[in-house]
């Protein structure tokens, strides 16, 4: 059989479908200390999946655009958003994910990309990444990308997301998922694709190639406690 990639994976119901909005909520809970939110502001959201942060933010700002590869996460995200206005969803190619031509002519002004990166094949495609959000960020924007591995074993990983789980109220809905995940398509694709680990020091370098200004944020803004997550000004 044909090894299944992590393009696959997201275009099939996973478990992930119901889980995602736990961690989102937790980083809705703390996004705006970093990036405070107005009427005016555009919104791009890479990566959006089923609109966790369309659900939140559709009567925040003035407009936002999920991009995914995912056909099935932007047919969900837009028969929730149908009725609203300014919020749209995009399908990105799945062999040309990097090619965000179908909003190159716009600016925006907060640009997020929540748990996607570790899902792209090389540090290049990171280098591209920034690239393509400097090219349509607004003076001022602020990007932030967030949920990033930047090295730590699968068994911390999941240390820690139980221990904040539990911390949470929700340790219980979290353990159920990781039992369903080990027995799930997920464990065999993260088997055979493993996940894209860049440390903080290679972050900060293609950073600084790409000519824009980041640091890290001081604290998790996602379950995962030891993920980190990347704030670029410009
Ligand atoms: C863990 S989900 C996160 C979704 C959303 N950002 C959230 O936090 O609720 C990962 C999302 O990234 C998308 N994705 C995976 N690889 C991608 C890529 N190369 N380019 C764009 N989106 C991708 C998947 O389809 C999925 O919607």
């Avoid at 995912?70 to 929730?80: L, Q, V």
């Avoid at 206005?85 to 179908?102: C, E, T």
């Avoid at 949920?147 to 159920?176: A, C, E, K, Y």
Wanted: with cysteine.
């Amino acid at each position: 059989m044909a090894k299944q990639t992590w393009l696959d994976f997201w275009q099939k119901e996973n478990e992930f479908d119901d889980s995602m909005s736990m961690n989102y909520a937790y980083f809705l809970a703390r996004v705006e200390k970093y990036i405070p939110l107005s009427k005016t502001q555009k919104v791009l959201d890479i990566g959006s999946g089923p609109g966790n942060l369309e659900d939140a933010w559709f009567d925040r700002v003035v407009e936002i655009h999920g991009l995914d590869i995912s056909t099935r996460y932007n047919k969900i995200a837009r028969s929730k958003h149908a009725a609203h206005p300014g919020i749209y969803f995009h399908d990105l190619p799945a062999d040309d994910y990097l090619n965000f031509g179908v909003v190159a002519n716009q600016q925006f002004d907060v640009i997020i990309v929540m748990s996607v990166v570790q899902y792209y094949k090389s540090a290049a495609d990171v280098e591209t990444l920034i690239r393509a959000i400097k090219q349509v960020a607004a003076p001022g924007a602020k990007a932030l990308i967030c949920d990033l591995m930047v090295g730590g074993s699968v068994i911390s990983d999941i240390l820690s997301i139980m221990g904040r789980s539990l911390r949470q109220g929700q340790l219980l809905s979290m353990l159920r998922l990781l039992v369903r995940l080990r027995f799930s398509p997920y464990y065999t694709v993260r088997k055979e694709n493993g996940f894209l680990v860049l440390s903080r020091q290679e972050w900060l370098d293609i950073t600084r190639r790409v000519g824009v200004a980041a640091h890290f944020v001081d604290e998790p803004l996602t379950l995962q406690q030891e993920r980190m997550n990347l704030l670029i000004q410009f």
